[in-house]
């Protein structure tokens, strides 16, 4: 570790806490980990009430529950969530705490070779239908970040875990000499990329490159974000750390053609990872998967979950990216959605298309914004991978080529 580490996790916690999810005077902090991760959950906690929370709250997660539930739990028992719990996430639409949830599965092969239907039904929708409507909609200051443990780093192959924290410190910018200016200067790129593509008022977005050409059409409402969000609060807050991308909620009806994904990617809900998937498109719905590997998982996915099979988010990521330059697989989406430009299947985001966070979920479908209980980012760009922008009279401009962003006013 080219630092010690504890002057690493300092400014790691200083960083989330006051950039991540802006912590305010008063305000609860909710921070959801895994029992590896411990030490950053501690650090995130000190600095929380450094800053001046009135209270922080670590819920662990053991996903070793979850095996045994799949193995052995009565039928009716699988997803259910405890009524505490519940009732907590239920509590958050008043209270509206800082949410903090650290990535980086220590177990990424636990899942391996169970029941998929079983698997499947273990997933806690009732969990996600109480908290989905408060991140998808940014009611809340929430932030998604990466806490490097032993399991991760052996799946990653890296040394140790030393070797995997100082990745993670490049891709967040913790290397720098201020990593808070660092990302303020960062936020500010990734806007100005967005507001440039938002100026072009492109009609379709379109990926081409080996196994993939897929257009995806954009909504008069559509608009690119990067960077930075707020809150209902007007609280400016990262909901990715890292981030490379700018993104936008197209409309899920007018996506046509296949993809090929160029990274592996963790499957968190099934706990598989899925490498070489090829997906068809047809009439903005999934119409068939395949995949070298963790075939199975998603079609499981697929079948579970409702309106999984549309696309709820279009990105862009260029080898500008911090993420991309530490040269890792991380077989974690936090990370590996940002090597490389993106679609995601099922939900889209509110803060993607305008005007839709006063729509009812029924009208943000009819309106094109994908509603679901499910995200997935895929990556499928690379070098030899070209976005272009198309506008309505069917004019083609070049947004990216061989990786670099080339759009210009």
Do not use: C
Request: aromatic share 6%; charged share 25%.
């Amino acid at each position: 570790m080219s630092e010690p580490f504890d002057l690493l996790l300092e400014k790691y916690a200083a960083l989330v806490v006051r950039v991540g999810v802006n912590v305010q005077p008063g305000q609860e902090v909710v921070i959801s980990a895994l029992p590896e991760q411990a030490d950053a959950a501690r650090a995130l906690a000190a600095e929380a009430y450094r800053v001046g929370a009135s209270r922080v709250v670590v819920n662990y997660d053991d996903p070793f529950l979850q095996k045994a539930a799949v193995e052995h739990a009565p039928e009716e028992v699988l997803g259910s969530s405890p009524d505490h719990l519940l009732a907590q996430a239920r509590g958050w639409n008043e209270s509206r705490p800082a949410l903090i949830s650290l990535s980086g599965n220590p177990h990424p092969t636990l899942m391996e070779g169970l029941d998929p239907a079983r698997l499947a039904k273990s997933v806690p929708i009732d969990m996600i239908k109480e908290v989905a409507p408060l991140v998808t909609t940014n009611k809340v200051a929430w932030t998604v970040v990466g806490a490097p443990t032993k399991g991760w780093a052996d799946s990653v192959g890296v040394a140790d875990l030393a070797q995997l924290w100082d990745a993670v410190a490049t891709s967040m910018r913790l290397d720098e000499a201020d990593p808070i200016a660092a990302w303020r200067s960062h936020v500010e790129k990734l806007k100005a990329r967005a507001a440039t593509l938002n100026a072009h008022g492109f009609d379709k977005i379109r990926y081409r490159g080996p196994g993939t050409d897929l257009t995806l059409g954009l909504s008069e409402r559509s608009r690119w974000v990067g960077g930075s969000v707020e809150n209902d609060a007007g609280v400016e807050f990262v909901p990715n750390m890292p981030t490379e991308e700018v993104f936008v909620s197209p409309d899920w009806r007018r996506a046509e053609g296949f993809v090929r994904t160029s990274a592996p990617f963790f499957l968190a809900t099934m706990g598989a990872l899925v490498e070489g998937l090829e997906i068809e498109i047809s009439d903005g719905t999934i119409t068939g998967a395949r995949a070298d590997r963790g075939e199975e998982a998603v079609q499981a996915q697929f079948d579970l979950i409702p309106r999984s099979r549309h696309l709820g988010e279009v990105a862009i990521v260029d080898a500008d990216s911090a993420v991309a330059r530490t040269d890792l697989v991380y077989k974690d989406m936090l990370f590996d959605e940002n090597v490389g430009s993106h679609v995601a299947w099922g939900m889209g985001y509110t803060v993607g298309m305008d005007g839709s966070l006063e729509l009812s979920p029924e009208q943000r479908i009819g309106e094109g914004l994908n509603q679901s209980d499910t995200h997935v980012d895929i990556v499928i760009g690379s070098p030899e991978v070209q976005i272009d922008g198309i506008h309505a009279d069917g004019s083609v401009v070049a947004v990216t080529r061989g990786n670099e962003f080339v759009l210009t006013d």
